[in-house]
């Protein structure tokens, strides 16, 4: 209820919506409780023209969008082993990211941009299980 209120104060006053554009940390991790190489958090529910930054807290891991789980018309992204990545989601709708070294160790992660559903053939791509197991657990957040 607030964030349309608030976009279109934004509208009136400043020159866009992006005055409230809020920014998030996720952590890449080796373990995390009894969970070993996750993304922390593992899933986010975001607006766009908010900003993701995906934290090396531990080495070796990395952060991508996976071809086939992103919005149509959203740009793919990959961060470099190790090292920081920011992104900014400008485009409504589910975004599935891996760990490249760990993808199939299950490190992924789902980001939904806006008030959407998932799609139903988010998770029809070439998934291995563990991945498929986490993404299941994530979209349950919904
Ligand atoms: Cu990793």
Redesign the pocket.
């Known amino acids: 209820m607030l964030r349309p209120l608030m976009t279109a104060l934004a509208l009136i006053t400043l020159t866009g919506g992006a005055a409230f554009a809020e920014d998030f940390e996720v952590k890449?991790l080796n373990k995390d409780g009894d969970d070993r190489?996750v993304f922390a958090p593992d899933f986010l529910k975001i607006a766009a023209g908010d900003t993701v930054h995906f934290i090396p807290t531990d080495k070796?891991?990395?952060a991508e969008s996976i071809k086939g789980m992103a919005p149509e018309g959203s740009a793919p992204f990959k961060g470099k082993i190790g090292k920081q990545v920011d992104v900014t989601f400008d485009t409504d709708g589910f975004y599935g990211v891996e760990?490249k070294?760990?993808f199939a160790m299950g490190?992924v992660m789902t980001i939904a941009v806006g008030d959407v559903a998932a799609p139903d053939d988010f998770l029809a791509g070439r998934i291995p299980p563990k991945a498929k197991a986490r993404f299941e657990t994530q979209l349950g957040n919904l």
């Open positions: 890449m190489m070796g891991h990395n760990c070294p760990h490190m």
